[in-house]
């Protein structure tokens, strides 16, 4: 609104990937690759970040299915469970080749240190690494996927609605932890309302609940 208010016109600078693309284009001019071309899988930029990718999660990178993100960025698909241990990796860099742990060391700090640069002041992202005081490195992905490491526990987590649903994610991740006991009652407390989520009418009566009611294997 302030935007709006202030005449600044739309730009795709304040799209919430701007800052991935930027960090694209500044290894492009660095290295010396095509700039132009960043996006393309097959510019170097995009192949680094998919050799990366495989690394941290365990994959071979032939077996990685690429498409195209909403942002116009080649995503990448793999399963869940590469996923989760990629953030374990992320957060526990102990298991990364010095150069690439000295990285991930950066960017959790910069996650748990600054959560709101995440997902803003209210996002679900932002809340559980600021409730958490820098246990977790949290963040969601797009329909439905969220990703958690746990610093210093050797724990990575990966969560996948299967028809994308957001509403019910934040519940499932937090019961995920409750369940893991990778959040204290204190912090459960503080974060409940992503926990247990009330659902509201137009006229803000409550009218139901999302509650989540699975019981993870072996626990």
Known sequence: MEYVKKGIEKKSVFHSCSGKHAGMLA????EGFDAN???????????RIL??????????KEGIEIAIDGCGAPVHAMPISNMAKAYMKLANPSRLEEKHA?????????MTGYPEMIAGTRGFDSALMRGTRGKLAAKV????????GAVRKDIGIAVKIEDGNMRILSSVVMETLKQLE???YEELAELKHFHIRDIKNSQGDKIGEIRPIFRLIGK
């Open 141 to 148: 992905g797009s329909d439905g996927v969220y990703c958690v």
């Open 37 to 47: 071309t960043y996006l393309s899988p097959e510019n170097p930029v995009q192949q």
């Open 27 to 30: 290894m492009a001019m660095k």
């Open 182 to 184: 990778l959040i204290s």
């Open 102 to 110: 000295a990285a991930a060391r950066k960017i959790v700090m910069a």
């Open 51 to 60: 050799e990366l990718i495989a690394d941290f999660a365990d994959i071979n």
